[in-house]
């Protein structure tokens, strides 16, 4: 069976702060897909990132890096320097050789000024 | 160019009713995608289509949903004898290969 978790509900931090988002997966199979999307209070899921599973370099864009460890079948997510605008709910999701995401159940993060 | 557009905002409707939840993709996307999301929840895979036709619509949770793509583009979602339990916000999403997935705001249904 695949299954995304995140085990944080909800974190807040001080703007300026550096924050992680933990996402951990479940999967069979040997080609798969993973994804961070984000979505603010108007409710729209913006994509930000997709990994296959045989790229495991670490992504960087801007404030935004990304760690990916098949041994630890995860795939965590990190802002630099926090700022307001980054609050929202951050969904991690799995991909795999069909087209459905499978999605953990989010990750609010609260930025405060 | 414009994203994926979705019709109405919100739906206020009573309970037993019938409604409709329109999804206009990214021009030239082949692929589209219907999801609800609960309050708190990540969304769940409701039915996907490839061009017309509908690939997989394992998701949908009974006979009461049904979901159209006549010309391709352009999709309806349909849900008959509303229940309260279908309250939720209705997502679509398109793709132009089945890779990336970008959604559009949503469809707020609330079955009083």
């Known amino acids: 069976a695949q299954k995304v978790t995140q085990a944080q509900t909800e974190i807040s931090v001080v703007e300026k702060e550096d924050v992680t988002l933990d996402c951990v997966y479940e999967?069979?199979?040997?080609?798969?897909?993973l994804f961070w999307y984000k979505q603010p209070p108007s409710g729209e899921l913006v994509f930000l990132i997709r990994r296959n599973s045989f790229d495991e370099q670490n992504e960087i864009s801007g404030r935004y890096s990304w760690n990916f460890q098949k041994s630890t079948s995860s795939f965590n997510f990190t802002i630099t320097a926090s700022q307001v605008v980054d609050s929202a709910v951050y969904f991690c999701?799995?991909?795999?050789?069909?087209?459905?995401?499978?999605w953990g159940a989010g990750t609010k993060l609260i930025i405060k000024p | 160019g414009a994203g994926v557009s979705q019709t109405p905002s919100n739906k206020v409707t009573e309970k037993g009713k019938y409604v409709e939840l329109r999804c206009d993709p990214i021009s030239g996307h082949t692929a589209l995608y219907w999801y609800r999301q609960s309050l708190g929840q990540g969304p769940e895979f409701l039915i996907y289509f490839q061009g017309t036709g509908a690939a997989d619509d394992s998701g949908l949770p009974n006979d009461r949903f049904f979901a159209v793509r006549p010309e391709g583009s352009v999709s309806t979602l349909k849900i008959q004898r509303t229940e309260r339990g279908d309250s939720a916000v209705y997502l679509c999403?398109?793709?132009?290969?089945?890779?990336?997935?970008?959604f559009g705001a949503g469809t707020r249904l609330s079955v009083l």
């Open positions: 999403a398109s793709s132009p290969d089945g890779n990336i997935q970008y």
């Open positions: 999967t069979r199979d040997t080609t798969y897909y």
């Open positions: 999701a799995l991909g795999s050789s069909n087209y459905q995401l499978i």
